[in-house]
C-alpha cells in the first residue's frame, strides 16, 4: 500500500522532472570527464535507494526514481549489434577472494539494477571450502561467461547467444523456456521465470538481451555482465558497489582490470597473485578468474552480519555449525 | 474359396470385439475420459499460472514429465524395436503379439513427446524450434528423430493394417456404422490381395521394419545424449546411450507382456495368445533384466568405486533421500524378475506378468533417480533456504498430467482395438497356409 | 540493529513527506533545514576547452547523512576583471547537483596583467535559498605531450608553459601531475612526478596491448593545482603490441552455425530415412494403382 501511493506520486513529480532534465541535458552533453570523476563520490549516496531525493531550488524535496534519470543509452543499440557485442573487447572479471566478507552489496546492486525479486540472484555468494581441513570462504559467483558455453551449445532455438566480446547473453523473446541450458551450466548460474509477475507488463523501457530488462514469463535469466553499463564506459554493477574492492573487470585485450578504485594490468595480478578459474577441469574456460582467499582481511564471522534468512542458507556447512556452537555467530 | 470362407469365420470370430460396446466398456472409457479431463485442467491452470504451480525449481528444472517423457518415448522404441525384430526375422510366433507391440509402439511416441511439451515454458513459441534451429543441439536431434520416427512408425503401422482392413472391407455381414466401412475402404486402397500387391506390401513391410530397427537405436541414443552429452556428474557418462537402449527394452517389454496379458483376459483370447508367448516374451525379459542389472550396476559400480568427489555427493543424496526408491529400482526391479523368470516352474502366466509389472515400475523410478537426484547435487552446493529449490516433490497439477497421459495411452488403445482386431487376421491366415503348405510338402516327400 | 533503525528512518521520512505534502499550500521552507554547499572549480580538458563547473548541495542541519543535491538551480558563471563583469554563460544543475558550462579553446577571457584569469560562479538568491558565489583564480596553463622512440626507447617528454600577451612562452614550475594510460573503463597510472623548470621526461614502459590498432591514448593530468588549476593533456601514440586475433566465422559447438560435419551427417541420415519412406509410399501408390484396376475389370 504504502509503495503504491508514493509510486503515483512519483510518478507526477517524475513528469514535471523530465522536462527539466530536458533542458539540463542539452547543456551537459558536452562533457563526460567530470561526471566520471565525480561518479566515485556520487555513487554512495544513490547507491542502495532506488529513489533519489533532490531538492528544488524553490525548497521543496522531490523523490524520483533513479532510473528515470537515466538515459537509456541501451535501448540505442540494435539487436543485431546486441548480439555482435563491443568490437574488440574481451571481457574479463577476477574476482579477489581475500577481499569478500559477504557483505552482499554487490549482490544488492545488481537485484535493483535487474529487478530482480528478493531470492533471485544473478551473483551468489557461497560459502564454500577447498577441503575438509581448510576454513570455508566466501564464493561471489556470477555467471563465468565461459568460452566454450555448454549453455550456448544446447540451446536448440540460439536464444542464448556467445557474442565476440565473450559475453554470454539470453535473449528471452527467442527463448521458448526448454531449460536445457540450466541442466547444462556445471556453475548453477541460470534461474528460470516460474510465474508470471506484474513487473514483465511494464514495457516503459524497450527489451534489449543487454539489460534483460522486462524480464517474462517462462524464459531463462542469468548474469549479463552488465553491457548497458559497458558501453557508457562503466563498470558492471557488482564491481562498482563492492565496498571491498573485491571484484576487477577489464577488457582482457588491454589487459588491464580495475575495481574502480586501483586499476591493475590483468596479467600480471594472475600472475603474482596465483589466480584461477573454479572448476577448470570442465573445459568451460570461464572468464572469471578467482584470487584464492589467502591472508584474509576479514574473519569469516564477519560474513553472517546478514539477514536471518540469508544466514540460514549456509546452516549445513561444517565450519558454520562449529561457529553456532562456539557461538560466535 | 477356401481362403474367403476362412476369412468370415475370423471376421465373426472378431466381430464381437469391434461391434459391441458393453456398459463395461463405456463405463472403462468414461473413466478414462475423466481422468484425461482432469488432466486437462490441470494444463489450463499450468498455462495460466505459468510453471510456479509444479514442483519444478531452479534446481531441479525437470520433474516427472521428463522421466515420463523418457519413460514412453522408452516403450516406444522398444515396441519399435521388438516389432522391427520379430518382422524382419519372420519370427513364427510372431503373428498373435506383433499388432500388440505395434499399437503400443505408436501411442507411447505420441503420448511421450506431450510430456516434454509440458515441460516447456514457452509453447507459444514451439514453432521457433523450426524457425530458427540449432543443429548443435541435442534438443534439435531430438525433435528431428522423433517426428522422424512418428511418421515412420505411422506408415509402418498402416502397412501392416491394409490386408486386415482389406478383410474388413469385404466383410458385409459386419454390424458397424456406415462411416466406419466407408473408412475402411479408403484406408484399404484397393488392395485385393492379389500375389503382386501382397509381395509388394511384404516387400515394403520388410525394408520399413529394418528402418524401424535402426531408427530406434539412433534416436534413443539421442535421447540419451540430452542427458549424457551434458556436464552433470550423474549424467555425463558414456555408457548411457546403450543403457537407456536396454532400459527401454526392459521397460517396453514388460509394457507388451502386461498388455498381452490384459488383452488376453479381457477378450478370451486364449485361443491365440498362448502360454508359449509369454514364456517367450518372459524369457526375452529375462536376458533384458540381466543387461539392465549389469549396466546399472557398472554404471553405479564404476562412480562409488572410484569416488569422485561430485559422483560421492551424488550417491550421498541417493542412499540419503532416496534411499527406497534406489532399493525398488535397481534391487527389487531386476532381482525379482530374474528370480520369476530364471525357474521354470515359475513361469506361470500370472507370475511372468506380475515380473513385467515389477520391472516397468522398477524402471519408471530408475528414470527417477536418473533425473531428480542428479539436479539436486550441482557441482556448486545448493545454498537456499527455500524447500522447493533444494529438494523436488511433484505437485498435483504435474500427478494429474501423468496419470492423464497414461489414460489418454489406454484410450488410444481401447479405441484402436474397437477399430481393428487385435490379432492380426491376415497374419493367421498366412501361418495356417503355410502350415499346410509345409504339412503338403512333407506328404508329398514321404510319398 | 542497524537495519531496524534504517528502516525506522525510511517510515518516519515518509510520513514526514506526507506531512509536509499536506501542507504544500502553506508552501513551507523545506530548505530550512539544510545548510547549503557551494563549490566552484575549473578544469582544462586536453582540447584545451575549459569546464567551469559549480556543485550545489545541501546538507541536512540535523542529520549529517542526509545530503541533497539541489536539481535544476541556475548558475551564472562570469569572467571579471576589475569592474568589469562579463556572463560566460548559464546552466542549470543535473540530479547529481552540477551545473557545467563548456568554454571553448579560442574564447577571449579578460585577463590580469599577470595573466590571471579571474572566474565566478553564482547562484542569484530564490525566495528560499540564499545566493552562493565563488571565485577562482586561475592562470592558463599549457600542458604539452612528446613521444620519441629511439633504438626501441620509448621516451615521454611533458612540457608544462604558461604563455603571455605576446605568445612568449614562460616554463611553468613545482607542478604535480599524474600521467595514465587510458582503458575502456578507467585510468592506469603510470607515473607521478613534478615538472621542475617546465619539463619532465620519462621512460615508457613497452609491453602495454593498447587498442587493435596498438594505439594508446596517454594522459598528463595536473590536479587541483594552487594557480593552474586542474589541466588534462592526452595524446595517442601508436605504441602498443596489441597481438590477440580476433577470431571470427569459425564453426564451433557454441557458435551460430554448426561444424560443417554435422550437417553433413544429418542430411546423410536424413535423406537415408526420408527416401525409404518415400519408396514406401510410392509403392503403396502401386498398390491402389492395382486395385483400381482390378476393380474397373470387375465392373466392366
Excluded at chain 2, 522422424?148 to 501392416?160: A, E, K, M, R
Excluded at chain 2, 533384466?289 to 568405486?305: I, K, V
Aim: glycine share 6%; with cysteine.
Amino acid at each position: 500500500m504504502k509503495i503504491n501511493n508514493t509510486e503515483k506520486k512519483a510518478t507526477n513529480r517524475r513528469k514535471f522532472l523530465k522536462l527539466g532534465l530536458m533542458s539540463s541535458v542539452t547543456v551537459v552533453a558536452g562533457t563526460s570527464i567530470f561526471s566520471n570523476l565525480r561518479s566515485e563520490e556520487e555513487k554512495e549516496k544513490t547507491i542502495t535507494g532506488e529513489k533519489v531525493r533532490l531538492l528544488t531550488p524553490e525548497g521543496k524535496i522531490v523523490e524520483v526514481y533513479e532510473e528515470n534519470i537515466n538515459k537509456y543509452p541501451e535501448a540505442l543499440i540494435t539487436p543485431i549489434e546486441s548480439k555482435i557485442g563491443i568490437p574488440n573487447r574481451k571481457f574479463v572479471m577476477v574476482i579477489d577472494l581475500a577481499k569478500c566478507k559477504n557483505a552482499r552489496k554487490c549482490v544488492e546492486r545488481c537485484q535493483v539494477a535487474h529487478k530482480l525479486d528478493k531470492h533471485q540472484e544473478f551473483i551468489k555468494i557461497q560459502l564454500i571450502s577447498n577441503n575438509e581441513e581448510g576454513q570455508p570462504y566466501w564464493f561471489p559467483k556470477p555467471c563465468f561467461h565461459c568460452d566454450e558455453p555448454p549453455c550456448v551449445t544446447v540451446c536448440p532455438t540460439g536464444a542464448t547467444f556467445k557474442r565476440d566480446d565473450g559475453i554470454v547473453l539470453i535473449d528471452n523473446t527467442r527463448c521458448i523456456g526448454c531449460k536445457f541450458c540450466i541442466t547444462s551450466c556445471p556453475y548453477s548460474a541460470r534461474q528460470f521465470n516460474w510465474g508470471h509477475e506484474d513487473k514483465f507488463d511494464d514495457k516503459s523501457q524497450p527489451y534489449s538481451p543487454e539489460t534483460g530488462i522486462p524480464a517474462a514469463e517462462g524464459t531463462v535469466m542469468k548474469c549479463d555482465f552488465c553491457p548497458d553499463l559497458l558501453r557508457q564506459g562503466e563498470l558492471p554493477h557488482c564491481a562498482k558497489s563492492c565496498p571491498m574492492g573485491v571484484i576487477y573487470f577489464g577488457d582482457k585485450n588491454e589487459d588491464i582490470v580495475t575495481n574502480g578504485e586501483e586499476t591493475v594490468r590483468f596479467s600480471q595480478l594472475i600472475n603474482d597473485r596465483g589466480g584461477y578459474r573454479h572448476l577448470e577441469h570442465l573445459g568451460t574456460k570461464p572468464n572469471v578468474y578467482y584470487l584464492p582467499a589467502v591472508n584474509r582481511q576479514f574473519p569469516l564471522e564477519r560474513g553472517f552480519d546478514i539477514e536471518e534468512d540469508i544466514k540460514e542458507r549456509y546452516k549445513d556447512v561444517p565450519y558454520v555449525q562449529e561457529l553456532k556452537k562456539q557461538g560466535k555467530i | 474359396m477356401d481362403v474367403i470362407t476362412r476369412k468370415k469365420t475370423l471376421v465373426k470370430e472378431f466381430s464381437p470385439m469391434l461391434e459391441k460396446n458393453s456398459s463395461l466398456f463405456r463405463l472403462w472409457i468414461g473413466a478414462l475420459v475423466a481422468i484425461i479431463l482432469v488432466g486437462l485442467y490441470a494444463f489450463v491452470l499450468q498455462v495460466i499460472n505459468g510453471h510456479e504451480i509444479t514442483g519444478m525449481r531452479d534446481n531441479v528444472v525437470w520433474g516427472i514429465y521428463i522421466i515420463n517423457f523418457i519413460f514412453f518415448v522408452g516403450i516406444s522404441y522398444s515396441g519399435a524395436f521388438i516389432a522391427g525384430i520379430l518382422h524382419f526375422f519372420e519370427t513364427p510366433w510372431k503373428n498373435s503379439v506383433l499388432r500388440i507391440v505395434e499399437i503400443t509402439t505408436i501411442l507411447s511416441i505420441i503420448v511421450g513427446p506431450i510430456f516434454i511439451l509440458l515441460c516447456i515454458g514457452r509453447l507459444d513459441r514451439l514453432h521457433y524450434l523450426f524457425i530458427y534451429p540449432r543443429i548443435q543441439s541435442p534438443i534439435t536431434w531430438d525433435i528431428i528423430a522423433i517426428l522422424t520416427d512418428i511418421i515412420g512408425c505411422f506408415i509402418y503401422l498402416y502397412l501392416t493394417f491394409i490386408p486386415d482392413l482389406a478383410i474388413l472391407r469385404d466383410s458385409k455381414e459386419l454390424k458397424v456404422p456406415e462411416w466406419r466401412k466407408k473408412l475402411y475402404t479408403f484406408l484399404a486402397i484397393g488392395y485385393q490381395d492379389t500375389p503382386t500387391q501382397r509381395k509388394r506390401l511384404h516387400k515394403i513391410i520388410k525394408t520399413m521394419s529394418a528402418m524401424i530397427i535402426a531408427m530406434a537405436i539412433v534416436a534413443y541414443t539421442v535421447l540419451a545424449w540430452i542427458f549424457s552429452l551434458t556436464l552433470q556428474p550423474g549424467w555425463n557418462s558414456s555408457i548411457f546411450a546403450p543403457y537407456f537402449i536396454i532400459a527401454g527394452l526392459y521397460s517396453g517389454v514388460g509394457v507388451i507382456i502386461i498388455a498381452m496379458y490384459l488383452i488376453r483376459k479381457i477378450f478370451k483370447l486364449e485361443k491365440h495368445i498362448k502360454k508359449s508367448h509369454f514364456i517367450g516374451a518372459g524369457i526375452f525379459l529375462l536376458v533384458l533384466a540381466l543387461l539392465f542389472g549389469y549396466f546399472t550396476f557398472s554404471e553405479y559400480f564404476a562412480r562409488w568405486f572410484s569416488h569422485k568427489t561430485t559422483d560421492n555427493q551424488l550417491l550421498d543424496t541417493m542412499f540419503n533421500n532416496y534411499f527406497w526408491e534406489f532399493i525398488f529400482a535397481n534391487y527389487i526391479g531386476v532381482i525379482i524378475p530374474i528370480i520369476i523368470l530364471f525357474f521354470k516352474k515359475l513361469r506361470t502366466i500370472k507370475l511372468i506378468t506380475f515380473a513385467a509389472v515389477i520391472a516397468v515400475l522398477g524402471l519408471w523410478l530408475n528414470r527417477y533417480l536418473i533425473v531428480v537426484p542428479t539436479l539436486e547435487t550441482p557441482y556448486l552446493p545448493i545454498q537456499d533456504t527455500r524447500p522447493e529449490f533444494i529438494y523436488y516433490t511433484a505437485t498435483w497439477i504435474e500427478w494429474a498430467l501423468s496419470f492423464a497421459g497414461i489414460a489418454a495411452f489406454f484410450l488410444f488403445f481401447t479405441l484402436l482395438i474397437k477399430f481393428i482386431p487385435i490379432i492380426p487376421m491376415s497374419g493367421i491366415i498366412e501361418q495356417e497356409f503355410a502350415s499346410r503348405n509345409k504339412k503338403d510338402k512333407i506328404a508329398e516327400n514321404q510319398e | 540493529m542497524e537495519r531496524y533503525l534504517k528502516k525506522y528512518t525510511l517510515i518516519t521520512s515518509f510520513i514526514a513527506a506526507i506531512l509536509f505534502c499536506n501542507h504544500a499550500v502553506a508552501q513551507e521552507n523545506e530548505a530550512d533545514n539544510y545548510k547549503m554547499a557551494f563549490s566552484f572549480r575549473t578544469e582544462k580538458n586536453n582540447d584545451n576547452a575549459r569546464v567551469l563547473e559549480a556543485n550545489f548541495i545541501g546538507r541536512n542541519k540535523n542529520d549529517k547523512k542526509d545530503i541533497l543535491p539541489i536539481f535544476g538551480a541556475e548558475i551564472k558563471f562570469f569572467n571579471i576583471l576589475n569592474d568589469d563583469e562579463v556572463l560566460l554563460g548559464t546552466s542549470k544543475t543535473t540530479n547529481k547537483g552540477i551545473a557545467q558550462l563548456i568554454i571553448p579553446e579560442n574564447h577571449n577571457y579578460l585577463i590580469d596583467p599577470e595573466g590571471n584569469i579571474n572566474l565566478i560562479a553564482r547562484f542569484e538568491a530564490t525566495e528560499y535559498i540564499e545566493e552562493e558565489s565563488e571565485e577562482i583564480i586561475v592562470k592558463n596553463l599549457h600542458l604539452e605531450l612528446i613521444f620519441t622512440e629511439v633504438d626501441s626507447v620509448k621516451t615521454v617528454l611533458i612540457k608544462a608553459f604558461t604563455l603571455d600577451s605576446l605568445g612568449i612562452e614562460t616554463p611553468a614550475e613545482e607542478v604535480d601531475f599524474i600521467v595514465f594510460i587510458k582503458t575502456m573503463l578507467s585510468k592506469m597510472p603510470i607515473i607521478e612526478g613534478t615538472i621542475e623548470n617546465g619539463e619532465f621526461e620519462f621512460e615508457f614502459p613497452a609491453d602495454f596491448p593498447g587498442d587493435k590498432n596498438g594505439d594508446l591514448t596517454v594522459s598528463a593530468q595536473v590536479e587541483d593545482h594552487d594557480e593552474y588549476a586542474s589541466v588534462t593533456q592526452e595524446k595517442t601514440v601508436n605504441w602498443g603490441v596489441f597481438s590477440k586475433e580476433i577470431k571470427k566465422g569459425k564453426n564451433t559447438l557454441w557458435s551460430a552455425v554448426a561444424p560443417i560435419w554435422m550437417y553433413t551427417v544429418l542430411t546423410i541420415m536424413l535423406v537415408g530415412v526420408w527416401a525409404n519412406y518415400l519408396y514406401t509410399i510410392v509403392h503403396l501408390f502401386k498398390i491402389k494403382k492395382e486395385g483400381d484396376q482390378l476393380k474397373q475389370t470387375d465392373e466392366s
